[in-house]
């Protein structure tokens, strides 16, 4: 069982930057790929960014390319998503997830645990 705590959520104007945290219950870079995930009011769950289990290989939806950073500390048992040249369309609720395997994935049916969300509301 991995318990997963998302942090760093806030409100930013257009432009601007943050910074989430999901802080895991135990080690996970060693068994997980990490990703995280968002929603939008009145939209589906969408899939932002992943990383593989030895944190060597990064994926990013097309949306957020070149703007967030997904990255590891295997010693704070943390994923980061450094994200920049935020947009009021990047206003959801963003969600850290854990699968049980090795290699990057966009699926959320590959995650097994989730965390309960953070809010990043960005204004224009």
């Known amino acids: 069982q991995v318990q997963l705590v998302e942090s760093g959520g806030g409100l930013v104007q257009t432009g601007g930057s943050l910074r989430l945290s999901c802080a895991a219950s135990r080690r996970v870079f060693s068994n997980y790929a990490m990703g995280w995930f968002r929603q939008a009011p009145g939209k589906e769950r969408e899939f932002v960014a992943s990383i593989s289990r030895s944190g060597g290989s990064m994926y990013y939806a097309e949306a957020v390319k070149d703007r967030f950073t997904i990255s590891g500390d295997n010693a704070k048992n943390t994923v980061y998503l450094q994200m920049n040249s935020l947009k009021p369309e990047d206003t959801a609720v963003y969600y850290c997830?854990?699968?049980?395997?090795?290699?990057?994935?966009?699926?959320?049916?590959?995650?097994?645990?989730w965390g309960q969300g953070t809010q990043v509301t960005v204004s224009s």
């Open positions: 997830a854990a699968a049980p395997q090795k290699y990057i994935t966009r699926n959320d049916y590959d995650y097994d645990y």
